[in-house]
């Protein structure tokens, strides 16, 4: 059995969204069992409570030994508020821990990679589990817990460690005490909502600032808004123009985003997908 606790570092979930993944689990995965910290339900401003409840709700699912993994409700902006604090409360328990989020919960998994405490898992998050499509992107997840593989990425050789990211997230980690060393890495990017020129603009920061990676996948941009003019490349034409201006190996698309179908990445090295 997987003992999962799920706290909300950034924006608040509902008492429904709960039930739907309680319910989930205790139906399909009884293998499992999770744990919602009422946490999850705190409103303060724009985020699931103060930053302090933010980070004592994480800390104290990090830190107790009767759970296995911690898994992030939902992203939204926040979780940088409180990630370097975190990390420098987390004991041995936090260490032997995996951390399962994506989007905003790309500031925690950074810190939690740089200071090497637990498996940080690019995967969806709980607050996917109330709509049928978001659902089966939440099995995946589960079914990874239990082992099956067949959600991973395709592109995971197994021998080139590999980070995901949303765009915006990595963009702003740059400089910042949360950034883990990206060197020889595969670096998997997404993106949603974003023009393309910001998305042009985000490739021009990161191409100057990144280190020697092994190359970059880019996964879903998706819900660009419109513009009053077309900004004239396509988010792969952004992604392939900067890495050849950077000299970064462009690697071709990964299947990661916000969609359903966005696959599950641990960070470094990881096995292998099996066939779906």
Known sequence: MTRIAICAPATAITPDHARAIEQL?????????VYVHPQCFETWGHFAGTDLQRLTALVECANDPQYDAVWFAKGGYGSNRIAQAAIARMNEAARQKT?????DMGYMLAALYRAGIGQPVHGSMPVSARSERGREAVRRVLRWFSGDGSGLEPHLDGKTPTVAFNLITLAMLVDTPLLPDL???V????EVSEHLYAVDRLFFSLSNTLPRVAGLRL????NVPENDREFGQSAEEIAQYWCARAGIPYLGRAEIGHTADNRIV???LASPARAS
């Open 99 to 103: 951390y399962v989020g994506f989007s």
């Open 183 to 185: 060197t020889g890495h």
């Open 25 to 33: 689990v205790a139906e399909e995965f009884p293998e499992h069992s």
């Open 219 to 222: 996964g879903a941009v998706n």
């Open 187 to 190: 670096v998997m990017v997404e």
């Open 266 to 268: 641990p960070f470094g």
